[in-house]
């Protein structure tokens, strides 16, 4: 939702600025304090951390076929919103991306991996600081003593 809703966005606030060119970093400034850009640019970074969180806990095949639904939303905000033209392949290839996420859903979120041979309780040498030292004693993920 946050990635359709920045894109469109996004497209709202650079049609409203028009062209511009890396070239002329003024343009980019000018475009960047545009409220639909900015905004855009916010929702954008909304989608980017909570795309983070998922890859944490799933695997990348899991998350970004997911994350593909956003090119439905993206469509429908761009027919009925945006008031664009999409064109009936443009609506086929959204159904088969539909689909193929349908198929992937279906499946494991995480990778199982099997269990290796090192004993449970093996210990990892953590670094001389003493903020890592704090994080292995209070149990932060990843850090262990």
């Known amino acids: 939702m946050f990635a359709a809703a920045g894109d469109s966005m996004l497209s709202h606030g650079m049609k409203q600025t028009g062209s511009i060119s890396l ?14 850009v900015a905004i855009g640019i ?18 990348l095949t899991y998350v970004l076929p997911a994350t593909s639904l956003g090119y439905v939303m993206l469509a429908l905000v761009a027919r009925f919103v945006l008031h664009e033209h999409v064109s009936p392949l443009r609506w086929l290839g959204i159904a088969l991306i539909t689909g193929g996420v349908g198929f992937v859903a279906g ?38 003593v």
């Open 107 to 144: 499946g494991p979120e995480l990778t199982k991996h099997p269990p290796t041979n090192e004993p449970a309780n093996k210990t990892r040498a953590v670094a001389a600081s003493p903020l890592l030292a704090k994080d292995a004693r209070n149990g932060a993920p990843g850090v262990e």
């Open 42 to 59: 916010l929702f954008l970074l909304a989608f980017f951390a909570t795309y983070m969180t998922a890859l944490s806990w799933a695997d």
């Open 23 to 36: 070239n002329h970093l003024q343009g980019v400034i000018y475009a960047v304090l545009n409220p639909w």
